[in-house]
């Protein structure tokens, strides 16, 4: 969304303004949760324990002083981001493609909101269930309709496409579409650096996801459905597994510094 969707009456310039800083504030939210994240992946990669989840990541931020607060500021920054995304995607001068990402953009920060909700209502406890579990009952869910397994499948291969799309954004630096400006400068070429590791970071793990659902399909076998956890010790059993998760470890912490920087910098 840009101004030129806004009254141009001067309550509603304030009212997008102040949305906008929510909104922008989500980015930092991410940023945060994507730091914790890679650093739990990459203490995994070193023969730690630690669950790689952005649930658990706001777990961790839950049971940290001041964390209760944190979690309803990250409540609000989700709400705000997400029904930006909405707005954007309603906004006409998009595209088809456009809109869809920025409802898919939508959906996964309005779920973050909500787990956060759940988090601090619940003083920390549950905030219903893992990543892991959550895509093997999406899994047992879509195998039990008509056509099911094809279901699975076809969620598989789409969640493939956006890893394999990740992949692409970080190394063709098209993450700079997204932002309205760079810095000069050394700054400059660290966002870019950053962007550059974290989008090839993230789309390898949701790869790997993508994969894992595709073979839930093929065996009929919902748990194999895994969510980035899953994926994590699905590298770690793989040739070289410890040194390829620390270093995606390493890139979503780069992604998540990069969110700070989109925090200030993205196109809005």
């Known amino acids: 969304m840009n101004s030129a969707t806004a009254s141009s009456g001067p309550s509603s310039r304030q009212v997008s303004s102040v949305w906008e800083k929510v909104a922008r504030t989500g980015y930092a939210v991410s940023g945060l949760i994507h730091v914790l994240l890679g650093v739990t992946i990459a203490r995994i990669g070193l023969g730690s324990g630690g669950e790689a989840d952005q649930s658990a990541a706001l777990g961790q931020i839950a049971a940290a002083p001041f964390g209760a607060a944190v979690l309803w500021i990250a409540v609000v920054a989700f709400v705000g981001l997400g029904a930006w995304q909405i707005a954007d995607a309603l906004a006409s ?3 088809s ?3 869809a990402k920025a409802v ?3 959906v996964l920060y309005l779920s973050l909101a909500f787990t956060a909700g759940s988090l601090v209502i619940g003083a920390g406890g549950s905030s219903g269930g893992s990543q892991d579990d959550k895509a093997q009952g999406l899994a047992a869910g879509l195998m039990g309709a008509p056509a099911g397994r094809i279901l699975v499948g076809v969620v598989g ?3 493939l496409a ?3 799309y990740h992949v692409y954004k970080g190394a063709k630096k098209k993450f700079l579409e997204d932002l309205q400006a760079t810095p ?3 700054l400059g070429r660290g966002v870019r650096l950053l962007g550059t590791i974290g989008y090839i970071a993230k789309g390898v793990a949701l790869a790997v996801v993508g994969v894992l659902f595709v073979l839930a399909a093929a065996t009929a076998d919902p748990a194999q459905a895994q969510g980035i956890d899953g ?3 699905t590298l770690l059993g793989a040739p070289g597994g410890p040194v390829v998760v620390v270093l995606v470890g390493i890139g979503f912490a780069a992604f998540g510094v990069y969110s700070f920087a989109r925090a200030r910098y993205a196109k809005m």
């Open 231 to 233: 994926a994590v010790e």
């Open 157 to 159: 291969l789409g969640i």
């Open 184 to 186: 000069g400068g050394e």
């Open 97 to 99: 493609s456009d809109r």
């Open 104 to 106: 898919g953009k939508a």
């Open 162 to 164: 956006g890893g394999a």
């Open 93 to 95: 001068h998009h595209e």
